[in-house]
Nanobody, 122 residues
């Protein structure tokens, strides 16, 4: 019923920027919040940022505040993650998800994309 497709990942140098996109299809998009999570090799999936259905409120992990910005375009059914001042610790597979009622808890997101790789070199 719901499909999420991430894009925009790649290899960048420390201090550089990337803009991730997540295109969503399905009826739940109009009713649900959306979030970004990331997972590095050998680590658990962790919360990065979330945005309300209307786009009126956002939540960020402490590690990315001031560097990352989440936004959305409801007309295009797309959510974005602008990532600035990247460092090697940001290297991970980044996933978008839809359906969160508790913004930072992955258990409340029933639908996930396949992920896009972000690699930051020193």
């Amino acid at each position: 019923q719901v499909q999420l497709v991430e894009s925009g990942g790649g290899l960048v140098q420390a201090g550089g920027s990337l803009r991730l996109s997540c295109a969503a299809s399905g009826r739940t998009f109009s009713n649900a919040a959306m979030g970004w999570f990331r997972q590095a090799p050998g680590k658990e999936r962790e919360f990065v940022a979330a945005i309300s259905q209307s786009g009126g409120s956002t939540v960020y992990a402490e590690s990315v505040k001031g560097r990352f910005t989440i936004s959305k375009d409801n007309a295009k059914n797309t959510v974005y993650l602008q990532m600035n001042s990247l460092n090697p610790e940001d290297t991970a597979v980044y996933y978008c998800a839809i359906g969160g009622v508790s913004p930072k808890n992955p258990a409340y997101y029933p639908y996930w994309g396949r992920g896009t790789q972000v690699t930051v070199s020193s």
